[in-house]
Nanobody, 116 residues
Framework: QVQLVESGGGSVQPGGSLRLSCEYS????????MAWYRQTPGKEREMVAT????????TYADSVKGRFTISRDSAKNTAYLQMNSLKPEDTAVYYC?????????WGQGTQVTVSS
């Protein structure tokens, strides 16, 4: 099982920026990629962004394209989500996910609140 620890959440005004970090442990399984999901009360978890470990291929939800950037530093075992031009509708708990060839492991989540 991959252990994940998210950080970097908080409160910000609309138009502001935040960078989420996700430090993950090593695993005996093959790490295929990392992802960020988010969830608001009463709604299902939504995929925000993904990145593969081999080629660094990224995918984004339409709602965040052009504003969010996912990246990974393999030397530090850390994934990042740079969030710019934040909107109130980005308010959610953000979860980091490690995608392996055997299972997906989730972090505990970090709250992001965008409000004036």
């Amino acid at each position: 099982q991959v252990q994940l620890v998210e950080s970097g959440g908080g409160s910000v005004q609309p138009g502001g920026s935040l960078r989420l970090s996700c430090e993950y442990s090593t695993t005996i399984f093959t790490l295929l990629g990392m992802a960020w999901y988010r969830q608001t009360p009463g709604k299902e978890r939504e995929m925000v962004a993904t990145i593969t470990t081999t080629k660094g291929t990224t995918t984004y939800a339409d709602s965040v394209k052009g504003r969010f950037t996912i990246s990974r530093d393999s030397a530090k075992n850390t994934a990042y989500l740079q969030m710019n031009s934040l909107k109130p509708e980005d308010t959610a708990v953000y979860y980091c996910v490690a995608i392996t060839n055997r299972r997906n492991d989730w972090g505990q989540g970090t709250q992001v609140t965008v409000s004036s």
